[in-house]
């Protein structure tokens, strides 16, 4: 076990010691697990209908399945959790590690012994402090109760667990760029396949899931797959999500509500609706590298497929307002310099057209720009679509931006008409 990061790591009241969290039914979903075959849980997470929400979406169950099992299978097997929340306009992960740390710590145990792997890892954030000192309180605290280590509540399962504070980017939200910053390399995206679920941390079956996802399974196995599936509003997706919203409205900030509440009551009911003075205009609705929804699309529910079929991504359900005062141009201009700058370089589409597609909205916002800019936007978000790429930083990066250029074209082409910005005083 790692050594603690400070001399007090002791809880200041925000998060959950680990009797407060035994309290609340904490480590019995962990009890009822240890009691049953790995692959009853597996199949009771799929059956749950949990989806992957670090933002793609991926049953979880399913993932967990595709571990080798039989004799074939290489060991160490190794389970990690991915809390290196980077997404311009995320925040949800950030709530779950500095409030109920031993929730992530349960769940990774139960994902452990699903898949048969007796290491884990929790790569965090480097800027989330206050997280690190929860997650090393409450590590220390698991291993002192019998949760980590040998022989957990006498099952005979074993599990090893340490928290790696990343030195990394946003790079590092990358799974398999992630688990090469876990090996002390260059935080690269790696070919696939192999993917991780065969060949992962140095060279074996590892998962990876993201904190949220994670949260949700001692509930799922404490309480049952049904139970888990009717939380949600949709069909086919379980349980519940954690909403954020940011921007100009009235009551920014993060709920919990049942998978598949519309971006309509997110907006109006639980944010407030739009601050006085200001009127809606658009929204990026699961973070910075989503594409952009409008008025007529804020009746979708908020939930994996039904924001696919509008043209968009649910993502990590983290949605970013923009206002009719606020510049469409040089938002994505801030969008774009950020991932520009946390691009690793590892291929030449991403490493080239970031910086290129970046210089031309400066020079736009800047009343610089030619219509034939628009052309030379238009190619870059075809030039690092998915599938032109090493990873989804590109891509996703496009996203804002070709949406952009379809429901704002008319501030792009007024920008560079009037050669100036029409926001700026």
């Given at each position: 076990?790692?050594k603690?990061?400070?001399e007090?790591?002791k809880?200041d009241?925000?998060?959950?010691?680990?009797e407060?969290?035994?309290?609340?039914?904490?480590?019995?979903g962990?009890?009822?697990?240890?009691?049953?075959?790995?692959k009853?849980i597996?199949?009771?997470?799929?059956?749950?209908?949990?989806?992957g929400?670090g933002?793609?979406?991926f049953?979880?169950?399913?993932?967990?399945?595709m571990?080798p099992m039989?004799?074939?299978?290489?060991?160490?097997?190794?389970?990690?959790?991915?809390a290196?929340?980077?997404?311009?306009?995320?925040?949800k992960?950030?709530?779950?590690?500095?409030?109920?740390?031993?929730?992530?710590?349960?769940?990774?145990?139960?994902?452990a012994?699903?898949?048969e792997?007796?290491f884990?890892?929790?790569?965090?954030?480097?800027?989330?402090?206050k997280a690190?000192?929860?997650?090393t309180?409450?590590?220390?605290?698991?291993y002192?109760?019998?949760?980590?280590?040998?022989?957990?509540?006498?099952?005979?399962?074993d599990?090893e667990?340490?928290?790696?504070?990343?030195?990394?980017?946003?790079?590092?939200?990358?799974?398999?760029?992630l688990?090469?910053?876990?090996?002390?390399?260059?935080?690269l995206?790696?070919a696939?396949?192999p993917?991780?679920?065969?060949?992962g941390?140095f060279?074996k079956?590892?998962?990876?899931n993201?904190?949220?996802?994670?949260?949700n399974?001692?509930?799922?196995?404490?309480?049952?797959?049904?139970?888990?599936?009717?939380?949600?509003?949709?069909e086919?997706?379980?349980?519940?999500k954690?909403?954020?919203?940011?921007?100009?409205?009235?009551?920014?900030?993060?709920?919990e509500?049942p998978?598949?509440?519309?971006?309509?009551?997110?907006?109006?009911v639980?944010?407030?609706?739009?601050?006085?003075?200001?009127?809606?205009?658009?929204?990026?609705?699961?973070?910075?590298s989503?594409?952009?929804?409008?008025?007529e699309?804020?009746?979708?529910?908020?939930?994996?497929?039904?924001?696919?079929?509008?043209g968009?991504?649910m993502?990590?359900g983290?949605i970013?307002?923009?206002?009719?005062?606020?510049c469409?141009?040089?938002m994505?201009?801030?969008l774009?310099?950020?991932?520009?700058h946390?691009?690793?370089?590892?291929?030449?589409?991403?490493?080239?057209g970031?910086?290129?597609?970046?210089?031309?909205l400066?020079?736009i916002?800047a009343?610089?720009?030619k219509m034939?800019?628009?052309?030379?936007?238009e190619?870059?978000?075809?030039?690092?679509?998915?599938?032109?790429?090493f990873?989804?930083?590109?891509?996703?990066?496009?996203?804002?931006?070709?949406s952009?250029?379809?429901?704002?074209?008319?501030?792009?082409e007024?920008?560079?008409?009037?050669?100036?910005?029409?926001?700026?005083?």
């Amino acid at each position: 076990m790692e050594k603690p990061l400070t001399e007090d790591i002791k809880s200041d009241g925000t998060w959950l010691t680990l009797e407060e969290y035994e309290k609340t039914g904490g480590y019995k979903g962990l009890g009822k697990a240890l009691s049953m075959e790995s692959k009853s849980i597996t199949q009771m997470v799929l059956d749950s209908g949990l989806k992957g929400r670090g933002g793609a979406g991926f049953p979880t169950g399913q993932k967990w399945s595709m571990v080798p099992m039989d004799e074939s299978a290489r060991y160490p097997k190794y389970f990690v959790v991915n809390a290196d929340e980077m997404e311009p306009g995320s925040f949800k992960d950030r709530l779950l590690l500095e409030t109920n740390p031993h929730q992530i710590i349960e769940g990774a145990i139960i994902g452990a012994f699903a898949i048969e792997a007796n290491f884990s890892y929790i790569f965090l954030r480097w800027a989330y402090h206050k997280a690190a000192k929860a997650l090393t309180q409450a590590i220390q605290e698991a291993y002192e109760a019998g949760y980590l280590g040998k022989n957990i509540m006498g099952s005979g399962f074993d599990l090893e667990m340490s928290l790696h504070i990343s030195v990394g980017r946003y790079m590092c939200g990358e799974e398999t760029a992630l688990l090469n910053a876990l090996e002390g390399k260059r935080a690269l995206p790696r070919a696939k396949p192999p993917y991780p679920v065969v060949s992962g941390l140095f060279g074996k079956p590892t998962i990876v899931n993201n904190v949220e996802t994670i949260a949700n399974v001692p509930h799922i196995i404490a309480k049952g797959a049904d139970w888990f599936m009717k939380l949600s509003k949709s069909e086919g997706e379980g349980g519940t999500k954690l909403y954020g919203a940011s921007g100009r409205v009235k009551n920014p900030g993060l709920w919990e509500l049942p998978l598949g509440t519309t971006l309509r009551e997110l907006l109006e009911v639980h944010a407030g609706g739009m601050q006085d003075g200001y009127a809606f205009k658009g929204v990026l609705p699961g973070g910075g590298s989503t594409d952009f929804l409008t008025e007529e699309h804020l009746d979708t529910p908020m939930d994996f497929d039904s924001v696919q079929k509008v043209g968009s991504r649910m993502g990590t359900g983290t949605i970013i307002v923009l206002d009719d005062k606020t510049c469409p141009i040089g938002m994505l201009r801030s969008l774009e310099h950020f991932f520009a700058h946390e691009s690793c370089g590892w291929c030449t589409p991403c490493r080239e057209g970031l910086p290129w597609t970046a210089k031309l909205l400066d020079a736009i916002d800047a009343g610089r720009g030619k219509m034939e800019d628009l052309d030379i936007l238009e190619f870059h978000t075809k030039y690092m679509a998915p599938g032109n790429t090493f990873c989804a930083l590109a891509p996703g990066a496009m996203e804002p931006l070709q949406s952009a250029l379809k429901y704002f074209r008319a501030d792009f082409e007024q920008h560079i008409h009037e050669q100036k910005c029409p926001y700026k005083s």
